[in-house]
């Protein structure tokens, strides 16, 4: 597909690569040309030095025959300009990047005006995100897929877990009330979808799927336990921190917001009245020991530097809170904070590719079985793809015991008429069902390409 992205700051950069990697045909509109040599360097790509709301610069980047344009520039008034430019010109579909809290009502009764196909709110996003995974322990990575209709949990066998030299039929049969599966585990370097005769081992990182229910229940007959969150500090009073409060209000819980600029404590101070706003710097160790660190369950830091998120947050695990998550926008740094145990870093960036990577392989299939979302974990080597099941697909009525799948394929959850199972091998996958595929294959299209 001909896609044209405008802007090439951290997002447009890693829709890029991701793109290209998947074999698109890729132009990047950017002002800047030290930024866009940078790029052109790194990528297969075509490079466009302008302002991608410029008729002229559109044209020169052939956006009259492009499939998508991206809007993914700092501002979002220009994104929705180029977009509609884009859509007057002739591009088949537009997607807009949308920051500002004050646009996203706007912006649903818009949508159709506009002629945008999609919006992305990468704050807002991350928000869902953060949310979701304070409902589990540190030692745990949470996350939700396919509308939230399939949850996941990711955690390290750590030494004296009881899963340790056990095979996963034995552990189904000794667990029987649980529904949960095993997807993936990483070894060392080697990342693979297990079958019942895999032994689990220490230091394996085991990716589950289940109900929410079942998940807490299985890691809780492993003595990994959750702890109730009542109290939540943030450092940080930007727009991932603004999502989040009203969500953790809305959920119980007390938040206490550590910011720098005065102009936006008393906004957050203003718009959330039951939040406790302080102004000051949460960089600060003795700050955040004088606002009670070690009595918070939950600690969360989204200033605008990585490495500072990343040593307040060991500074506030060292403080004994159970819940930790850093903002790590720098793909680089995510080796470092597993290396110090800093399991779960939120990276909004990459959540937003990963949403606009899935309209983009909707697109390409627009006859057969769609892929209906997208997500990449274990260091982008696992994809986990929804499909929607149609005619074309070969094993229809066939329980999954008698399919030959391709090596490293798991069907793992079947939603049929709208309520989710997670598979085993007596489960049949009816037309219209919507299947979710773990494969360590990358870049599949097609229901079809699990097949031997």
Do not use: W
């Not at 939950?298 to 307040?312: G, K, P, Q, S, Y």
């Amino acid at each position: 597909m001909k896609i044209v992205i405008v802007g090439d700051g951290k997002v447009g950069f890693t829709l890029a690569k991701q793109l290209d990697k998947e074999g698109h045909d890729v132009t990047i509109i950017e002002e800047k040309q030290r930024v866009l040599n940078s790029t052109m360097n790194l990528l297969d790509v075509v490079g466009i030095q302008g302002n991608g709301a410029n008729y002229d610069i559109q044209k020169e980047a052939n956006v009259k025959e492009a499939d998508i344009l991206i809007a993914a520039t700092s501002a979002d008034e220009l994104n929705i300009i180029c977009c509609i430019l884009a859509k007057k010109i002739g591009a088949r579909s537009t997607i807009a990047r949308i920051r500002n809290p004050e646009y996203i009502k706007s912006l649903s009764i818009l949508k159709d005006e506009l002629r945008l196909s999609m919006h992305i709110n990468p704050e807002m996003a991350a928000a869902r995100e953060i949310a979701g995974a304070l409902r589990f322990s540190n030692e745990v990575k949470h996350s939700t897929f396919a509308k939230s209709r399939v949850e996941m949990a990711e955690f390290k066998v750590r030494s004296g877990n009881p899963l340790i030299g056990k095979a996963i039929s034995d552990i189904y049969v000794k667990r029987t009330q649980i529904r949960v599966l095993f997807c993936i585990i990483q070894r060392n370097q080697e990342v693979f979808t297990p079958n019942g005769s895999t032994i689990i081992q220490e230091n394996d990182r085991i990716t589950l799927s289940g109900s929410m229910r079942d998940i807490e229940k299985f890691l809780s007959s492993i003595g990994i336990f959750s702890r109730k969150i009542r109290d939540v500090m943030i450092v940080g009073g930007g727009r991932i921190a603004f999502y989040l409060t009203g969500s953790l209000l809305d959920s119980g819980m007390n938040v206490k917001i550590i910011e720098k600029n005065r102009d936006r404590c008393l906004l957050l101070a203003e718009t959330f009245p039951t939040a406790c706003i302080i102004e000051g710097d949460g960089t600060d160790h003795e700050l955040l020991c004088s606002e009670a660190l070690e009595k918070q369950d939950a600690f969360i830091a989204l200033t605008d530097n990585d490495e500072e998120n990343i040593i307040i947050s060991l500074f506030a695990a060292n403080q004994g809170v159970c819940k930790v998550l850093p903002k790590v926008n720098h793909f680089s740094l995510g080796f470092l904070t597993e290396t110090l145990g800093l399991d779960n870093i939120i990276t909004p960036k990459n959540i937003t590719a990963d949403q606009i990577i899935q309209y983009v392989r909707a697109m390409q299939n627009s006859v057969g079985s769609n892929v209906e979302s997208l997500l990449r974990i274990m260091d982008e080597r696992v994809e986990i793809l929804e499909f929607r099941i149609k005619e074309n697909c070969r094993f229809l009525n066939r329980p999954l015991s008698e399919i030959k799948f391709r090596k490293g394929i798991l069907i793992a959850c079947i939603t049929h008429k709208g309520k989710p199972c997670v598979a085993n091998g007596q489960s049949v996958i009816q037309l219209h069902d919507t299947v979710i595929v773990f494969s360590t294959i990358l870049k599949m299209g097609d229901i079809n390409d699990v097949l031997a």
